[in-house]
């Protein structure tokens, strides 16, 4: 079955507003090849900006790197999933291990992050993966499948429909240190099953599976060639437009 190949970039805690604008425009005016999404997720204060700049750029869109677990009120410097979408963002991701080990973004938080992503028709490109400590034991695989458990497999069918996934093994973020083609796939296959099993063997077919993990111009087009693996989340490698647009072609 042929599913939505995506390339999203995860700008984190870098650019100025004008390194930024550069970089969206620069991968803006390029062909995005035909069938592949291009999602940028920048910081909070250019969102408004990237977003309108994006408009008429078929297949690229622009996502928030985490939302409130709360609607509004009294929670000094976050940001609502309300707010996002006032300014027409589309995606927000949710679960990176960044958020998960530096920010206190447990399960419960995460359902919570989930529900205000979906009550304000923003769609979650969830995340997942292992530290080395448990790739070195060899429990990744029920590992990822309790993040699952505990969080997105508590989705109803038509929620769980809309999310992006992203397994992203914890040892391969930003170390330079990628997993093999055959690991990723690995994992991929079996948060696949995972998904017919909860769901339906159809849902587990449509959800795009993007892998993250120091993916590069040099190891994209193997990555992306593998059965489940629907493209990447990229950090570091998203940061300069020749970097990224090589890999944005590797499909
Ligand atoms: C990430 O932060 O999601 C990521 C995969 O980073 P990097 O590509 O730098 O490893």
């Known amino acids: 079955m042929s599913r939505r190949k995506i390339a999203a970039g995860n700008w984190k805690l870098n650019l100025s507003f004008e390194e930024a604008m550069q970089l969206g425009r620069s991968i803006a005016n390029q062909e995005i090849p035909s069938g592949v999404e291009v999602i940028l997720a920048a910081a909070f204060p250019y969102l408004k900006s990237l977003g309108e700049m994006a408009v008429p750029v078929q297949n690229l869109h622009i996502a928030a790197q985490n939302c409130s677990e709360h609607a509004k009120g009294a929670f000094t410097g ?19 291990s960044e958020r998960r080990e530096y920010f206190g973004d447990t399960d419960n938080v995460l359902c919570m992050k989930l529900q205000q992503a979906f009550d304000n028709e923003i769609n979650p490109i969830y995340c997942c993966g292992e530290p080395l400590r448990i790739r070195k ?34 040892w391969a973020i930003g170390t330079g240190e990628t997993a093999s083609s055959e690991q990723a796939q690995e994992m991929h296959a079996a948060i696949r099953e995972m998904i017919s099993n909860q769901y339906s063997q159809e849902l587990a077919d449509g959800i795009p ?17 593998q059965k489940d693996v629907d493209g990447g989340l990229v950090g ?7 970097s990224f647009i090589e890999i944005i072609n590797s499909f």
């Open 236 to 242: 570091g490698a998203s940061l300069k437009s020749d």
């Open 78 to 96: 976050e940001v609502a999933a309300s707010m996002l979408n006032s300014i027409q963002i589309s995606h927000v991701l949710i679960g990176h």
């Open 137 to 170: 034991s060899g429990d990744h695989v029920s590992y990822v499948k309790t993040q699952l458990e505990e969080t997105i497999f508590k989705l109803d069918q038509d929620q769980f429909a809309k999310l992006v996934l992203a397994y992203e093994p914890i």
């Open 209 to 225: 599976i993007l892998y993250g993990g120091s993916v590069k111009p040099a190891n994209a087009k193997e990555l992306f060639s």
